[in-house]
């Protein structure tokens, strides 16, 4: 066992192999649950409807989703990291995967969702089409 600080209420506590505290592990055992439940009954309720009915917050579902829980139900979508195209598990899009992989910048979308204010786009539109 060793001492980690637990990625979502950053205390302390002794891993193992489980990536967070017990405490945090139930709530979040909880959430799922909670979510699950919701979209069972709902299965076309959008991310915010979830939130609001479940009283889970969007971070969490959004996490949910990024691990893969809730693939079942593709209507959640939550936005690739790097061209903000809209995905329903992971961190990234196929073409960014594969940009990703082959170690070329990806996709040419210049949208940046989630970061707020300055952006630097410097990636030239318009005159290449693929
Ligand atoms: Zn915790
Ligand atoms: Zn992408």
């Not at 139930?26 to 799922?32: I, P």
């Not at 709902?42 to 009283?55: F, H, K, L, Q």
């Not at 917050?57 to 990291?81: D, M, S, T, W």
């Amino acid at each position: 066992m060793e001492l980690r600080n637990c990625p979502r209420c950053g205390k302390l506590f002794a891993s193992s192999g489980r990536g967070m505290c017990s405490q945090c592990l139930q709530e979040d055992a909880r959430d799922y649950d909670l979510v699950r439940n919701y979209l069972r009954s709902n299965p076309g309720a959008n991310m915010v409807e979830v939130s609001r009915e479940t009283g889970v917050e969007l971070g969490k579902i959004e996490e949910f989703i990024r691990q893969g829980r809730l693939l079942a139900y593709n209507k959640l979508h939550v936005a690739c990291e790097m061209c903000g195209a809209p995905i329903t598990s992971g961190r990234l899009c196929e073409n960014c995967q594969r940009g990703f992989r082959a170690g070329e910048p990806a996709a040419d979308k210049p949208e940046v969702k989630e970061t707020r204010g300055k952006v630097h786009l410097d990636r030239r539109r318009g005159d290449r089409r693929s």
